[in-house]
């Protein structure tokens, strides 16, 4: 998986792309820990070019989102796939994630919140 990082705005926007597994937690948590975590950290999680994804996957954006809650951050997850939507509905992280359709909607939600 590639992460893509966009710094310009109030918010920072992640961009992944690729298949997000196992081998892949380790560098997600490293890059976006620090994004995400302290008073005000925006971070807004674009999926729509993650093709797949696994447990450890899926943990590790459980983890993420759950620091920055405890730290006051928060974490938007924007686009996902038909199929990363599915396995969200499936374990019902689609209701404890925050998820947005659009880049727009999330932009949105950030500027009025």
């Not at 820990?33 to 005000?40: E, I, K, R, S």
């Not at 938007?76 to 909607?105: Q, R």
Request: net charge negative.
């Amino acid at each position: 998986m590639d992460i893509r990082l966009d710094e310009t705005g109030p918010f920072t926007i992640a961009f992944l792309t690729g298949d997000f597994g196992a081998s892949d937690a380790p560098a997600f948590l490293e890059t976006l820990y620090g994004l995400a975590a302290g008073d005000n950290a925006a971070l807004i999680i674009d999926l729509a070019g993650v093709t797949s994804i696994d447990s450890s996957g899926l943990s590790a954006m459980v983890n993420l989102v759950t620091r920055a809650r405890l730290t006051q951050g928060r974490v938007v997850l924007v686009s996902p796939s038909p199929f990363i939507s599915g396995i969200l509905n499936v374990t019902h992280l689609d209701k404890w994630f925050e998820v947005c359709e659009s880049l727009d909607v999330a932009e949105e939600r950030f500027t009025t919140k």
